[in-house]
């Protein structure tokens, strides 16, 4: 039998069964300790608050269906999506303070809204399938209620007078 090292320079076995056995334990040592972190990171006990600018809420198909962020103005909104991904519902805060809850129809039409002025005054619109308000009422701060009915933007009927 030929071997590449000459007689003088072969590593002796025994010598390298050490070696091998010394690498085995660092390593064991290394994923022992690697398990003992996780299983300690998984009991740690976690902050219940999350932070984001945007969630999205997707069902079992991956399609999106509610959405809690930022609108382009920098107020907050939440939107509820049907399984065709249109708004069916939207809750929005503007700058200025004014709530307002906006629900559509499936095809998407703006056919209620119901908020509260900036100054706490409440509202409500209704819309018909063309989009075009027709019912609006409201109570004023000094606490005078209004109804007013509209039809192709003209007022037919409004109480009190």
Known sequence: M???Y???ARPDPLARLEARVRWLTALTTFLALAFGGLLLWEFLPRSAQVEANRFVLRDAR????AELGFREDGSPGLKLFNPGGRTRVALYLSAEGAGTLRMTDAKGTDRMRLGLTADGDPLIALADADGELGAFTTVESAGR???RLEQHGRVV???PE
């Open 2 to 4: 030929h071997s590449t």
């Open 6 to 8: 000459p007689p003088a």
């Open 62 to 65: 991956w399609g999106r269906r």
């Open 145 to 147: 209620p209004t109804i």
């Open 157 to 159: 009927w409004r109480a």
